[in-house]
């Protein structure tokens, strides 16, 4: 079990509960911000694999393999040069740690990225603008929650709203 799922167990298991069994529906994924101990910022992100790739059952033509690898490998360097997230720069934060899976089952497939960030001045910590919109077009809708130690909201991003505020959060 990854850490922000730690957290979110911990604190609103009636509520990830529920948000952990979306129907999987192409275009749609499932976001969840948390902060926690260590100055720590966790966004993990779930949804079917055909809003980054063209199909979902395990790759078998080369033309699939080298699309499949494509996209894997261009996870890493999306990822570290800010091109799927910016975290607002006055919060000084790094990705310490990431690890993606995908889950191929029945026809359908879904991938699973979680980040862990470090951030040195998360005092300062506002807004995440998120740019997987612009990377994948496949992709329309992303479903959130912030989960902090005394709060929980929900919220929606899409192509024209894709700025997480976490102030006041
Ligand atoms: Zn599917």
Redesign the pocket.
């Known amino acids: 079990m990854n850490k922000l799922l730690k957290i979110f167990v911990l604190l609103l298991v009636p509520v990830f509960a529920a948000s952990a069994h979306e129907a ?1 529906v ?1 275009g749609i994924a499932q976001i969840n911000i948390g902060t926690g101990d260590d100055n720590e910022l966790y966004i993990e992100i779930d949804g ?1 694999l ?1 809003n980054y790739i063209s199909f ?1 059952h395990n790759p078998e033509t080369k033309q699939e393999i080298e699309e499949y690898n494509n996209f894997i490998r261009s996870v890493p360097g999306k990822l570290f040069s800010d091109q799927l997230f910016k975290v607002n720069s006055e919060a000084n934060c790094f990705v310490k740690s990431f690890d993606n899976d995908v889950d191929i089952e029945d026809g ?2 879904d991938y699973e990225l979680e980040i862990t960030y470090k951030c040195t001045n998360i005092d300062k910590l506002e807004s995440i603008d998120v740019r997987l919109f612009e990377q994948f077009p496949s992709l329309n809708t992303l479903k959130g929650q912030i989960v902090n130690e005394n709060s929980q909201s929900a919220f929606e991003l899409n192509r024209e709203k894709n700025i997480i505020n976490l102030k006041g959060r």
Request: no cysteine.
């Open positions: 999987h192409h079917p055909a979902e359908h497939a």
